[in-house]
């Protein structure tokens, strides 16, 4: 997106591009195809979904052709990991090179090594702990409200839910597996659709990240790097360090 006169406009395709994608099918063989794709555009041209789609399809509410009800979709998908993973804003990787992507941003520590080495922040620690069993990720799926009411976040407790949220995102520690509404007291939904957070060692499997911890993270950010490059020639060393690199 980019703002022009003080509103926003999306960097859209053409509506006739013979690769635009059409459908939340077409997204989801990209992201396969490509292995890392964000939502939004940035500083590499044609590396996102919405430069690939027709800016006329956004904000329908048609899940038949809008690419923002397509994550909702696309992150319940068992081989697709969705969150803010790109300079702090969102997007999707594919199972195949997720854990390639988390041994680099993880710098090789699963997060009970944070804890054991005394590196992980106190409010970090505190929002990760409802996924965490001796230590270990377990089978958590919180809503985000409760996610922030069961770490301690909100009135009169911790501050900056939502950052400290997007930093263990960012880090590849949570992710987010699907958008679902709250249910009353009949066990009926209702409202918005909300974030359900988890980790993606549950959607994955643990064996598929201790794989990858097999080489070491430098050896990962350069497997990353020529993929990136493989689609993206152009690309300065600038750009992917800022799109995929560890902050």
Request: charged share 30%; net charge neutral; aromatic share 14%.
């Amino acid at each position: 997106m980019e703002t022009i006169n003080g509103e926003w406009y999306m960097k859209g395709c053409a509506a006739h591009d013979p690769k635009r994608l059409r459908t939340v099918e077409d997204a989801a063989a990209l992201i396969r195809e490509m292995g890392f794709l964000p939502l939004f555009s940035n500083d590499i041209p044609g590396f996102s979904v919405e430069e690939r789609t027709w800016a006329g399809d956004w904000w329908t509410d048609d899940p038949a052709r809008d690419p923002w009800a397509w994550r909702q979709i696309l992150a319940r998908q068992p081989d697709l990991i969705y969150g803010k993973f790109f300079d702090r804003r969102a997007g999707f990787l594919s199972a195949e090179w997720f854990p390639v992507f988390a041994n680099y941003r993880r710098n090789g520590y699963d997060f009970d090594t944070l804890i054991d080495e005394g590196l992980a922040p106190h409010r970090a620690r505190k929002l990760m702990q409802p996924f965490l069993t001796d230590g270990m990720p377990n089978d958590a799926s919180l809503h985000s409200f409760r996610l922030k009411e069961l770490a301690g976040f909100g009135k009169g407790g911790e501050k900056n839910f939502e950052g400290v949220l997007t930093d263990l995102e960012m880090q590849s520690y949570l992710c987010i597996g699907d958008f679902r509404q709250r249910l009353n007291k009949a066990g009926n939904p209702y409202g918005w659709h909300i974030a359900v957070i988890e980790t993606p060692e549950r959607k994955l499997g643990y064996e598929a990240f201790s794989a990858a911890y097999r080489e070491t993270p430098e050896a990962s950010w350069a497997a990353v790097k020529a993929r990136i490059r493989g689609f993206f020639p152009d690309a300065a060393e600038a750009q992917l360090q800022k799109w995929l690199g560890r902050k």
